[in-house]
């Protein structure tokens, strides 16, 4: 399809283990972002990249977060000795870079359960 | 500060009527976006309307229209002639220039009364 793809649509693990959540964003759409959103809350910003870099990274929680998009196209967050308090939906989105009127095209997400 | 404010955690509206969901923001930039999306119990994030900051008319999609009052930094959503399929939550959501964040609100739980 022509959406924003998201890769487990589920995903369970233990704690402590390490995860890797997979985006494939809209083709051509040079920003994309991870959100992370808890059960009756708005999503909240982890990281957003513009093309290959990641140009703000301010709300990655700390540091055993991290995102890469090597290729500026599909992106993986990186989760390591993952917690209770991490699970959530972890969402993508990605938008044209250009036109402040552009909307960001969200995936229909990872939920991640650590347990 | 919070830069958006939903002040609703949940709403009700009788079938046909119409609902305004409250939205206010913080931004100190003159050139912003203002958005409203839906997402509904499936999960899935549903982008409604955009509203710039230099729109001198409210927009309209449909049977959504954003009540923008610039001076007073509300962006409210208005549903007319409201559907059962409308109950869902709906987020407020703002950015400050292209391809930046979207910062989001905490959303409204809007249910709709047969």
């Known amino acids: 399809g022509a959406g924003v793809s998201q890769t487990p649509s589920n995903k369970v693990t233990e704690k402590g283990k390490y995860v890797e959540l997979r985006c494939d964003p809209i083709?051509?759409?040079?920003?994309l972002y991870w959100y992370r959103q808890s059960l009756g809350q708005g999503p909240e910003f982890l990281i957003y990249f513009q093309g290959t870099g990641a140009a703000d990274d301010s709300g990655l929680p700390n540091d055993r977060f991290f995102a890469v998009r090597p290729e500026g196209s599909v992106s993986t967050l990186k989760i390591q000795r993952t917690e209770r308090g991490d699970s959530a939906v972890y969402l993508c989105?990605?938008?044209?870079?250009?036109?402040?009127?552009?909307?960001?095209?969200f995936g229909q997400g990872t939920r991640l359960t650590v347990v | 500060a919070q830069k958006i404010t939903q002040t609703q955690p949940g709403m009700f509206v009788q079938e046909k009527e119409a609902v305004t969901l409250d939205c206010t923001y913080d931004t100190s930039d003159q050139s912003y976006g203002l958005f409203w999306y839906k997402q509904p119990s499936s999960g899935e994030m549903i982008f409604l309307i955009y509203?710039?900051?230099?729109?001198?008319q409210n927009a309209t999609e449909g049977r959504y229209s954003l009540n923008f009052q610039k001076a007073r930094k509300s962006a409210n959503l208005v549903i007319s002639a409201s559907q059962l399929g409308d109950s869902a939550m709906y987020f407020c959501a703002m950015r400050e220039r292209p391809g930046n964040q979207f910062y989001f609100g905490t959303g409204t739980s809007l249910t709709v009364i047969p």
């Open positions: 989105a990605s938008s044209p870079l250009v036109g402040m009127n552009t909307e960001a095209f």
């Open positions: 509203q710039g900051s230099y729109d001198e």
């Open positions: 083709s051509g759409h040079t920003a």
